[in-house]
């Protein structure tokens, strides 16, 4: 395909365009990023890892605006702050390319397509959502999403317990899920202890004991958590404030992958409150799977259910703002953050952490999702094909709707 239209600036790529001589108006290359993000946001399936794929290939390779240098240190930056990863390189990207308004441009042009998207099938799920055929489609589509999400859980704990340490330290944090420890608390806990137990690393450089303290350094810091724990939100009338702050509380502290979003909402939503079911849950995860963009719209479906148009639009809202607000401040610091061991090994131990809450929420959503021989098979020629092929989780999941809908209709 023919670029030479497309000649980068000629100031160097990683300076901003408002530094480069000659850049072009405020409002050119806003109106640009408003386009470049907008059809990303509407052309971008596959999860973050491919968003931000697409991303490299267009800011890095067509238009020049940063180098690879430049693009692979926003991506560590990313890593260190919480939020959906690939939403928060838009916005990183537009801060570069034109300040605060860029960053909010990129942002939102990025995430309202799937907005729109989601608001839509919302409106058909919850208009023809009691109708037969509809019901049979996510009687197919859950087994599809668990198979989805434990290929996730693999691919992320060959990262996340890469060490007998950090290993050690998802078991545990495993076992404090199942005991129900607050996710809040199991998140700031295990970063913790990784800081702890790297302090004692380096000093000792103990092979195996690394690992066994590893295990028994949750239980020892479970006193505090149970503080928090205690004054977990409990059950409460629905409105969209409380909404709003829930969703602001997830975007704020969930490090790691977009699946580590169900276990925040099955213990507020579900568990707590009561304002969802599970299976209602499973499928707003199905929604998120199957749209474009990022995986946390799965909150604006959330949204639609409890609170119709405007329910979306304040847990969209909600969800994304912290992404907005912690790259605007953490821009300068981030570079020394990087380089800071004690930063690196908290980080360890959240993703850790993250890991062991997709665990337990894997677990007890698969109660809900796999009831019967039929969803058995589904889950497992889903697994099958995801770990032996790469295909979009879009696809299996349209074909999972498809073989639920027949299942049903013949009545198996």
Known sequence: MAVEDEAPPAAPPELSAREAP?????????????????????????????????????????????????????????????GPNSTEMAIH????????????????????????ITIAIAWAYVRFGAMPGVGGAFYGVKPVIIAVVARAL?????????????????????????????????????????????????????????????IGALPALAAPAAVVAGAATVAAPFSLGA??????????????????????????????????TQGQLLDAVAVGQFTPGPVFCTATFIGYLLGRTRGAIVATAGIFAPAFFFV?????????????PAAGAFLDGVNAASLALM???????????????PTVIIAALSTFVLFRHRISSAWLIAAGALIGAALTGIHF
Not at 328 to 340: E, N, V
Not at 364 to 369: K, M, P, S, T, V
């Open 22 to 82: 000659g850049a072009e108006g405020e409002a050119a290359r806003l109106g640009e990023l408003a386009a470049l993000f907008f059809r990303l946001g509407a052309t971008a399936f596959g999860g973050p890892a491919a968003n931000i794929a697409m991303m490299e290939d267009e800011v890095v390779r067509r238009r020049g605006w940063l180098t690879h240098a430049v693009f692979l240190d926003m991506l560590g930056a990313c890593n260190l702050i919480p």
């Open 93 to 116: 990207i537009g801060h570069r390319r034109a300040g605060f308004a860029g960053l909010l441009v990129a942002g939102g042009a990025f995430i309202a397509p799937a907005m729109a």
């Open 154 to 214: 693999w691919r992320l704990g060959r990262m996340a317990a890469r060490t007998r340490m950090l290993a050690g330290l998802t078991i545990a944090a495993i076992a404090a899920g199942f005991a129900g420890l607050n996710e809040i608390a199991l998140l700031l806990i295990a970063g913790l202890a990784a800081i702890a137990l790297h302090a004692i690393a380096r000093r000792s450089r103990a092979g195996n004991g690394g690992a066994l303290a590893a």
């Open 243 to 276: 909404m709003f702050l829930l969703f602001a509380k997830i975007g704020a502290v969930l490090f790691g992958s977009g699946y580590v979003l169900l276990a925040f909402l099955q213990a507020d939503f579900v568990d707590r409150l009561h304002w969802l």
């Open 328 to 340: 605007a401040i953490s821009g300068p610091l981030l570079p020394r953050i990087r380089r800071s």
């Open 359 to 373: 665990v337990v929420v894997t677990w007890q959503l698969g109660r809900a999702a796999i009831i019967d021989v």
